[in-house]
């Protein structure tokens, strides 16, 4: 007899490794800092630049250090206009044009012509969108400043991604958690709480253990007393940020 066929089981990364290439963090002494963040991920489909930081030579010198070849790069998703997420972008777009570049549809006009002046692929986020089969943006979250959030299927649970996290890193996971099913195991990047009191930081800190969030990675503007609060509530689940800082799936037990 035979067997109807199954349902298509949502995809889900075995592997999955995240470089951070650019930030004011430091991490491994042979690489330069300058303001601002990037992180290469590889392990999904496509090879994803996520932000540019804000200088591309610096950019481009710190991927090199690193061994990984720009020209390798599938697609850019640029977390919001910032210069310190964006300022690297021509630099990368001069050694490899032959991405796709998704940014905000809020970004100025002026900013997608010098895209597609490289004869690169822009693609204009607005609502959740799926990159390839295991990565997505969150799609534009925020009203004043706008921002999109890069949310990783893995077998471990969802990885996400966040740029400075200008609406808030608890109101970016809290979009997460309404729009993905499953673990949230890692949340990193920017938490944007340079300048917040600690009864802000706590706040963020109570809903990302609500939620569920297993592991930290907070660097680039999430401010030295937010990194010691993240340390002192997630302890060893509290992972190094800074440039030259890589984390793959293997590592979050
Ligand atoms: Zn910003
Ligand atoms: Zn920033």
Redesign the pocket.
Same mark, same amino acid.
């Given at each position: 007899m035979e067997h109807a066929p199954r349902p298509a089981e949502t995809p889900a990364l075995a592997n999955l490794t995240i470089e951070i290439v650019h930030d004011n963090c430091p991490f491994d002494g042979r690489l330069r800092t300058a303001w @601002?963040?990037a992180a290469v991920v590889t392990g999904p489909e496509k090879a994803i630049l996520f932000d540019t930081g804000s200088d591309g030579t610096l950019l481009l010198e710190n991927m090199a250090s690193m061994e990984i070849d720009p020209r390798r790069i599938d697609s850019v998703v640029l977390s919001h206009v910032?210069a310190? &997420?964006t300022g690297g972008l021509v630099g990368f777009l001069k050694v490899n044009p032959s991405v796709e570049v998704f940014l905000l549809e809020s970004f100025p006009a002026r900013f997608k012509e010098t895209v597609r002046a490289y004869g690169t692929g822009v693609v204009e986020v607005e609502l959740p969108t799926t990159i390839c089969p295991c990565v997505h943006s969150t799609g534009r979250v925020g009203r004043r400043i706008h921002e999109q959030t890069l949310v990783v299927r893995t077998v471990r649970g969802l990885v996400v991604l966040t @740029? $400075?996290a200008h609406p808030g890193a608890d109101r970016i996971v809290e979009q997460v958690r309404a729009l993905h099913e499953g673990d949230i195991v890692l949340v990193m990047g @920017?938490f944007h709480l340079g300048w917040a009191t600690d009864s802000r930081i706590e706040r963020v800190i109570r809903t990302f253990k609500r939620l569920g969030v297993q592991y930290v990675a907070p660097t &680039? $503007?999430t401010g030295e007393k937010a990194q010691n609060l993240f340390l002192k509530h997630f302890g060893d689940r509290c992972l190094a940020g800074g440039v030259g800082k890589t984390i793959a799936l293997a590592d979050l037990k």
């Open positions: @601002g963040f910032h310190d &997420h @740029g $400075c @920017g &680039h $503007c």
